[in-house]
Nanobody, 119 residues
Framework: QLQASGGGLVQAGGSLRLSCAAS????????VGWFRQAPGKEREFVAT????????NIADSVKGRFTISRDNAKNTVYLQMNSLKPEDTAVYYC??????????????WGRGTQVTVSS
């Protein structure tokens, strides 16, 4: 099971840190990816991190502003989002699976957390 949290309303230029807490089967040996979906748009890859944490991949649209990290002792993956823009507004989902940029490759999904960036 995956639980995403940390979303909210923030002004443009602000920061948020999302957390994805894993339990059960999803807490072991999986990469974790973050995806987002804005109203009327397809789900979009944001970032992924391997189980070891050594491999990360960040989407070009957020590179330099977002970072992904994990604390396996806490079974938690973090998405630090800085310099937020209104176009970052979306529901953010975390997922467990292989290290991939493709949503369909992931086996387990958590409920999303809403991020709203006001201009």
């Amino acid at each position: 099971q995956l639980q995403a949290s940390g979303g909210g309303l923030v002004q443009a230029g602000g920061s948020l840190r999302l957390s994805c807490a894993a339990s059960g089967r999803t807490s072991s040996s999986y990469a974790v990816g973050w995806f987002r979906q804005a109203p009327g748009k397809e789900r979009e890859f944001v970032a992924t991190i391997s189980w070891s944490g050594y491999i990360t991949n960040i989407a070009d649209s957020v590179k330099g502003r977002f970072t992904i990290s994990r604390d396996n002792a806490k079974n938690t993956v973090y998405l630090q989002m800085n310099s937020l823009k209104p176009e970052d507004t979306a529901v953010y989902y975390c997922a467990a699976g292989p290290t991939s940029v493709t949503a369909i490759d992931y086996d387990y999904w958590g409920r999303g957390t809403q991020v709203t960036v006001s201009s």
